[in-house]
């Protein structure tokens, strides 16, 4: 605890921990944060109260003539005044005050030391810090001596709630970014993530104005330094994809793809830790120790071993950790440029190939698309699939239309000659339900197969409706799993699921025609005229 000052904020408050030592924060949360505990492995077990996920309807971007015309305004980013953002800036620093100690976070995001962003975290929970300086890259303590001042603060509020009757809110939770103060304010809300996410929309406003693309994807580096980005909402095998053994890990969230190469904007990873187990993911099960933040789980109060199955308080159970806790990691987290990106999907219909290689255009149509598909819960027997769209595999963090990025991405997949691919990790021989999901020892394979290069002397066969070209043959899959109608006994179900699922992908996309590039439009798949007539 020093004698750091916040009194340019408006912040009186006298004791203040700044950057402090993993063995404090865990003293101060075990002494003064309720539930909190140590797991049998040494953990900080922690709850972040009623809120156990994001709140992204109610996060909120300031209005100003500088980047107004940048935004793309809607359900997404949702517009605030001015006025109303000062009026809860002046909530959470007043509640901030009312604290008897405050913790202050100063550290980087992004690896590459031309891009990166110096962000305070000003924060009243011990767990929040901790959260922070695992998901952040900590300054040594020269970098700390010379910090100087940020480029970015949070005030983390969010113990007090947003007064929902201040105009423009919507409840009493309010995550609002100002990008021109250069300010977020948390009320509400002390779910962790929203700190995290809260830095990553930053860096997905202020990369394109560099011409850099941020993304939302894991990253990992061979032996040879071929880079590989795989991108893919929740529950694709982002994350177990990436901890590829025979890879290096860059990082498991988030990135940016510039002029020079790869950089991870975080230090750590937030991993999901619903059914973990040691056998499915090592590497995440192997992380988690004194210094991982594990968030919302639930434990045997006796001997505080965590079972990873329970989720009575939440199915977002989480764990924080430093990357480094990570065995195979590339650190500093910077490497080339993407020879291979894959775009990673759950297809519960069972109609994609398991592996199909795109063009650049193509990439951009599926990039935009942001596709998976969720298995449908079973009330009232519904039991077919529900086709999720998220563009750029992660609408809720993108400032700009979703062309912005998917430009970008085109660009620099042309520029470095970069090969792009879609991976179905969802089901075959039938839709959920028929069929089954598709093995994932023949999934890593089939990456196994596109890091090797094994496809290059292969021949390939075009999906009529997608365009994309399938590969014949695959090392150590069999040749049967790689064409989707070929696992199907039902061929004609085959045929009119797949016009659905065609037809879905048309009805999503028409929201971005008029803002698109016309070849991107073009490159999407197309009805049959077998099945339409």
């Known amino acids: 605890m020093g004698t750091f000052d916040l009194t340019k904020y408006g912040i009186e408050v006298k004791e203040i921990h700044r950057n402090s030592s993993v063995p404090v924060l865990y003293e101060l949360g075990l002494r003064l944060e309720e539930g909190t505990a140590i797991s049998d492995v040494g953990a900080l077990l922690v709850y972040s109260g009623e809120k156990t996920g994001r709140s992204p309807k109610d996060k909120r971007v300031v209005r100003h003539p500088d980047s107004e015309k940048n935004i793309d305004w809607g359900p997404i980013n949702i517009g605030l005044d001015e006025h109303t953002y000062m009026v809860n800036r002046e909530r959470a620093l007043d509640y901030l005050n009312t604290r008897p100690r405050i913790y202050v976070v ?39 001596e010379q910090f100087g001042e940020p480029d970015y603060v949070i005030f983390n509020g969010g113990g007090f709630p947003a007064n929902r009757y201040t105009s423009e809110m919507t409840s009493k939770t309010s995550v609002d970014v100002n990008l021109e103060a250069k300010e977020v304010v948390i009320l509400g809300t002390q779910y962790a993530g929203e700190m995290k996410k809260g830095i990553f929309s930053i860096m997905n406003y202020l990369m394109p ?191 700009w239309h979703p062309n912005r990025y998917a430009e970008l991405l085109a660009e620099k997949i042309k520029k470095h000659n970069a090969t792009a691919w879609l991976v179905n990790t969802g089901w075959t021989g039938g839709a959920h339900g028929v069929g089954s999901r598709i093995k994932l020892k023949y999934t890593r394979a089939m990456i196994d197969a596109i890091h090797n290069g094994d496809f290059d ?77």
């Open 457 to 533: 002397n292969v021949s390939f066969v075009k999906d009529e409706e997608f365009g994309f070209m399938i590969p014949e043959s695959c090392p150590n899959v069999p040749s049967e799993v790689l064409i989707p109608r070929n696992t199907w006994e039902d061929k004609e179900k085959y045929e009119q699921v797949k016009d659905k699922l065609v037809a879905l992908f048309n009805e999503n996309f028409k929201k971005f025609e008029k803002d698109v590039n016309g070849e991107i439009v073009d490159a999407g798949p197309k009805r049959s005229l077998s099945v339409e007539s």
């Open 209 to 399: 104005l560099e011409e850099v693309l941020p993304m939302h994807c894991s990253a990992n580096v061979g032996e040879e330094g071929d880079v590989s980005i795989l991108f893919g909402l929740s529950g694709t095998g982002k994350t177990t994809l990436s901890a590829d053994p025979k890879r290096k890990l860059i990082g498991d969230d988030e990135h940016c793809w510039t002029d020079d190469g790869t950089f991870n904007i975080e230090g750590g990873c937030y991993a999901k830790a619903i059914n973990l187990s040691e056998e499915n993911e090592p590497d995440i099960y192997n992380a988690i120790r004194f210094g991982t933040v594990l968030e919302n789980v639930v434990y045997d109060k006796k001997t505080r071993k965590v079972d990873y199955t329970d989720t009575s308080i939440t199915q977002n159970t989480r764990a924080s950790y430093p990357i480094n806790f990570i065995d195979n990691v590339q650190i500093p987290c910077v490497a080339g440029h993407p020879e291979n990106i894959i775009f990673l999907t759950c297809d519960a219909f069972g109609v994609l190939p398991p592996v199909s290689k795109l063009t650049p255009e193509q990439a951009s149509y599926h990039f935009i698309s942001g596709y998976t598909a969720k298995v449908a819960g079973t009330e009232m027997g519904i039991t077919e699939p529900q086709a999720t769209f998220s563009a750029c595999f992660g609408a809720a963090f993108m400032m």
């Open 106 to 144: 100063d550290a980087f995001a992004g690896w590459d030391p031309k891009y990166r962003l110096k962000v305070r975290i000003i924060c009243t929970r011990a767990y929040h810090a901790l959260f922070m300086q695992n998901m952040l890259i900590m300054p040594t303590a020269a970098e700390l």
